[in-house]
């Protein structure tokens, strides 16, 4: 599975973005994707999470209410609209799919993009 992501940017505090992560390859073996970010010098993390068939969600406390993922059906392309922006959402958000045998998951990821919250 390869991903790619779009919609990274520059956007003022309280601004929104919508991010968009499209899966090729085996995306029927796909059985979550998710978005992480980084920031500098800090470590990557889980932003949001989505699973295939039921669409269960996960979202990290600092964006609970602000930010939302969501899929199409066949698991091909997952996006984050991102709202009322915060400086510290600033980082590389990075695309991630687990995918092949759930209880031994391959996980690919995406070359990243850009998002940069200004105050």
């Known amino acids: 599975v390869q991903l790619v992501e779009s919609g990274g940017g520059l956007v003022q505090t309280g601004g929104s973005l919508r991010l968009s992560c499209v899966a090729s390859?085996?995306?029927?073996?796909?059985?979550?994707m998710g978005w992480y970010r980084q920031a500098p010098g800090k470590q990557r993390e889980l932003v949001a999470a989505?699973?295939?068939?039921?669409?269960?969600?996960d979202y990290a406390d600092s964006v609970k209410g602000r930010f939302t993922i969501s899929r199409d059906n066949a698991m091909n392309t997952v996006y984050l609209q991102m709202n009322n922006l915060k400086p510290e959402d600033t980082a590389v958000y990075y695309c991630?799919?687990?995918?092949?045998?759930?209880?031994?998951?391959?996980?690919?990821w995406g070359p990243g993009t850009q998002v940069t919250v200004s105050s």
């Open positions: 390859g085996d995306t029927f073996t796909i059985f979550r």
């Open positions: 989505i699973t295939s068939g039921e669409g269960d969600t």
């Open positions: 991630n799919a687990d995918w092949s045998n759930i209880d031994d998951p391959t996980r690919s």
